[in-house]
């Protein structure tokens, strides 16, 4: 079976509701994680938050992603910092059932997101595992210095830019 690794991160200034949301597909985890800075793919998303662009990042990259897998028995694991991310295959019955409306009877913002997620997560053979973000460098494993790739790489596209 082959195994791709996949960190996301994004980065939004929320007055302007536009971010950049950054991605990385890793085959082998021992490739050096200076052999895969210029790797990273980089999006700039419009009328986004900081939930809507995690989820359209994550969108993105499984959408990109989907050819290496065609044909081919792939397991995917996605690293995010975003709880949101981590909380949703355990909502989805609950979502469903109430048809993405919330408690008070309002459609949910992300709805058609959630939707995408489900139908994509459904068709790879994905696994979610959460990364903390923003940790002191003495304190991170090879898993966190890749996350740090994308996590650099969406601050610093949104920086340079806005």
Not at 86 to 94: A, H, T
């Amino acid at each position: 079976m082959n195994h791709l690794q996949i960190f996301t991160d994004g980065s939004v200034h929320t007055q302007l509701k536009l971010g950049y949301g950054a991605y990385l597909v890793v085959a082998d985890l021992a490739t050096p994680a200076a052999l895969l800075k210029n790797t990273v793919k980089v999006k700039l998303f419009e009328q986004t938050s900081s939930t809507r662009l995690e989820l359209q990042t994550l969108l993105w990259a499984l959408h990109e992603t989907m050819p290496l897998t065609v044909g081919r028995d792939t397991a995917l694991t996605v690293y995010t910092d975003s709880q949101n991310i981590m909380s949703l295959p355990g909502r989805r019955v609950q979502l469903e059932q109430n048809n993405y409306f919330s408690s008070n009877n309002r459609r949910l913002n992300n709805y058609e997101l959630y939707q995408e997620f489900y139908r994509l997560n459904a068709r790879l053979n994905c696994q979610f595992v959460k990364v903390i973000g923003h940790q002191a460098f003495s304190q991170k494993d090879e898993i966190d210095k890749l996350f740090t790739l994308v996590d650099r790489a969406s601050r610093r596209a949104l920086r340079d830019n806005y």
